[in-house]
């Protein structure tokens, strides 16, 4: 008995192409309606990256210095530390006389660039105190050491970023 060899195991080639087509689309709904839980794509991620750069930004020797002398959040902030397209409010406190107060406080606008204008950055600070943040922002808190009066006088901090 001979077999014929046509008859083996074929599928058309147009239902071969069909079932592939359906399998890769299927694949790939799939893929989006769970990555929100994959790790590095939740919204609380933006804030979480955001924060470990701005610490890189904003710390001296692993401190961030708030005495006289060294410069305010928004002049030690580079831009392109900020997710593009969003805005984000920084804040930095520190125990002072057994209560947490505010020690730095800077917001940048959506777009925020090295060359923004003072002055939108200003008006942009002024909405936020009148304000304040939106209730979805994104938001990550790190404790981290503050040195207040001058640089040996080092306390317990929070450094707080918020991303929108």
Known sequence: MSRSSRSRGQTEPLAAMLAVSIFAIALGLYAAATQPLLPGFSEATTADETIDRVWDDIADDGIFHASDGFDPLVYRIEGDTLPAGSSVYVTVTA????????????????????????????????????????????????????????????????????VW
């Not at 505010?102 to 090295?114: C, H, I, L, W």
Request: glycine fraction near 8%; avoid cysteine; hydrophobic fraction near 30%.
């Open 95 to 162: 125990v002072d006389g057994g209560e947490y107060r505010q020690v730095d406080a800077a917001g940048f606008p959506s777009g925020y660039t090295n060359e923004t204008d003072p002055s939108d950055v200003l008006e942009f600070n002024q909405y936020l105190a009148a304000e304040g943040t939106p209730e979805d922002a994104s938001v990550a808190t790190r404790s981290i050491p503050v040195a207040l009066e001058n640089e040996a006088d080092v306390r317990s901090g929070t450094l707080r970023v918020e």
